[in-house]
C-alpha cells in the first residue's frame, strides 16, 4: 500500500516537473518588424571643433594670450593651498569643481593658467551654446570676504574673472608659542567688517591683515564691500556698470598696440572711439590725489607710517601695529622689552608626500619703532578708513572699475577721520 502511494506521489511530481517546463519553453522567433525612421544627423563634429580649433586661429589666440600677465607672471610659483586655487591651473580646477574655498595639498608642480582653465570642453551643446557657458564657471561667485557664505552675481562671463579677481577670505596658521605649544591664529579676523563697531576699538596685532590682497577687481566694479560709514551714501553703479570684464579686457584686439583681445589689455583705442577724449587719465589723477589725502590722514594719525626711499624718493604707507604679536600694546618710548614681532616659517618637507609642512614660530625682538606707535588701540573708524585705502590702491586701477564709488569711499573716509 506504502509503495502504491510512492509511485503515484512520483508519477505526479514527474508530471508536475513537465507542466512547468512546458509553461516556460520559448516559441520560434517572431518576423523582424520594419526599421523606424532615421533620426535627424548629428552635428559635424569637424565643422563645430574648428570653430575655434582652427590653427591660424589657435595661434593667434595663443600669441595674445603670451602676452597677458595670466601667462608671463610668476603666479605658478604660489603653489601652497591657500594660494594654489588662483595660482595655478590645477588648483582652480579643483575649487571650482568642488566648491571649495581651499585645495586640498600643496601643488608643487602646479603649472600656470591655460586655454583648459578658463574653458570647457564639455557640459554645452556644440555650436549653439552662448559664449558664456563654453567657460569653466558660470554661476554666482561665493564672496572670500564672508566666508565663502554668501554669493554674488557679477554675470555670467564675469563671475569666471570674480571667482579670484576678489577680496580674499579669513586664513588661519597654526605657529608655536613660547611655551611650545601649538596654537591657531587668524591673520585676516575683520571680515567683514561690521560699520556697527565704528565707534569701538580693536588691537591691530602684527601679523594681523586687512589686506584684500590686489584682487579687488569685482568688488569694485559691483560697488560692494567697502568700509561704509554711517550715515553716508553710496552710490554702486555707473554708466559701465553692465558691462561684462570681456566688453573691456578682451575688446579688440590691436597687432600695433598689442592690447585687446587674449591679451587680456585694454584696447584703449576702442574706448576712444565713443569718447573721443581720453576719460581714465583724469579718473585716475583723481582718486590718486584722494588716495594721498587718506593716507597723509592716516599717518599723521600714526595709524599709517610714511616712508620715503632715501634713493628714489619714492614715498609708500604702511599700517602701523598698535600690539605686538600675542596683543601686548607697544609703548611710545624706548624700551628693552622684547616683543613678539613676525610670525616666521620654518617649514619642512614631508618625507612620503614630499608637501611643505609649515610649522610657524613667533620671534621676540626689541620694538625699534616705537616713536611711530599710536600707543592706543585703533578706532574701528581708523580700521574702516585704512581698509578703504587698501581697497582702493590694491584694486589696481586707481577707480576705473567704479570711480563714483570709489571716490565715495576716499572722500567718506577723509571726512571721519577729521570728525572723529
Known amino acids: 500500500m506504502k509503495l502504491q502511494r510512492f509511485f503515484k506521489l512520483a508519477i505526479f511530481a514527474v508530471a508536475l516537473m513537465s507542466f512547468g517546463t512546458a509553461c516556460v519553453k520559448q516559441g520560434p522567433p517572431g518576423v523582424n518588424g520594419a526599421d523606424g525612421a532615421n533620426g535627424a544627423a548629428g552635428k559635424d563634429a569637424n565643422s563645430t571643433c574648428l570653430t575655434c580649433h582652427t590653427t591660424a586661429n589657435m595661434t593667434a589666440k595663443q600669441s595674445q594670450y603670451e602676452l597677458s600677465k595670466h601667462f608671463f607672471g610668476t603666479s605658478s610659483a604660489r603653489n601652497t593651498k591657500y594660494c594654489a586655487r588662483c595660482h595655478t591651473s590645477e588648483g582652480f580646477k579643483e575649487i571650482t569643481s568642488q566648491n571649495k574655498y581651499v585645495v586640498s595639498n600643496d601643488i608643487p608642480n602646479g603649472t600656470r593658467i591655460s586655454c583648459e582653465t578658463c574653458h570647457a570642453h564639455t557640459t554645452f551643446e556644440f555650436g549653439s551654446a552662448p559664449n558664456a557657458l563654453i567657460l569653466t564657471v558660470n554661476d554666482p561667485v561665493y564672496l572670500n570676504y564672508f566666508n565663502n557664505l554668501k554669493s554674488q552675481d557679477f554675470g555670467a562671463k564675469s563671475n569666471l574673472c570674480s571667482t579670484c579677481h ?142 620715503v626711499n632715501a634713493s628714489t624718493g619714492a614715498i609708500s604707507y604702511s599700517a602701523e601695529p598698535t600690539h605686538d604679536f600675542f596683543g601686548t600694546l607697544f609703548p611710545t618710548t624706548a624700551s628693552t622689552t622684547l616683543f613678539g614681532t613676525a610670525l616666521v616659517a620654518a617649514n619642512t618637507v614631508s618625507a612620503s608626500t614630499g608637501l611643505v609642512v609649515p610649522a610657524n614660530t613667533v620671534t621676540m625682538a626689541v620694538d625699534t619703532d616705537w616713536a611711530n606707535r599710536l600707543g592706543r588701540e585703533w578706532k574701528y573708524g581708523e580700521l574702516g578708513a585704512a581698509y578703504n585705502y587698501g581697497w582702493v590702491n590694491f584694486g589696481t586701477s586707481m577707480g576705473v572699475h567704479n570711480p563714483k564709488y570709489t571716490l565715495q569711499l576716499l572722500q567718506t573716509s577723509i571726512d571721519w577721520l577729521k570728525n572723529n
Open 166 to 307: 576678489q577680496i580674499r577670505g579669513v586664513t588661519s596658521v597654526n605657529y608655536t608659542d613660547a611655551a611650545g605649544k601649538v596654537q591657531t591664529f587668524n591673520q585676516l579676523p575683520y571680515f567683514p567688517l561690521d560699520v556697527a563697531k565704528q565707534n569701538t576699538t580693536v588691537k591691530y596685532t602684527i601679523g594681523t591683515s586687512f589686506a584684500v590682497h590686489d584682487g579687488n577687481q569685482s568688488n569694485e566694479f559691483a560697488g560692494i564691500n567697502g568700509y561704509e560709514f554711517s550715515g553716508a551714501t553710496y552710490t554702486r553703479t555707473w554708466q559701465h556698470s553692465s558691462f561684462n570684464c570681456t566688453d573691456c579686457h578682451m575688446n579688440e584686439y590691436d597687432a600695433t598696440t598689442k592690447t585687446g583681445g587674449h591679451t587680456l589689455l585694454v584696447n584703449k583705442a576702442k574706448c576712444l572711439a565713443c569718447h573721443t577724449t581720453d576719460k581714465l587719465t583724469p579718473i585716475q589723477t583723481n582718486i590718486k590725489a584722494k588716495l594721498t589725502e587718506l593716507a597723509e590722514a592716516l599717518s599723521a594719525r600714526k595709524v599709517f607710517k610714511k616712508t
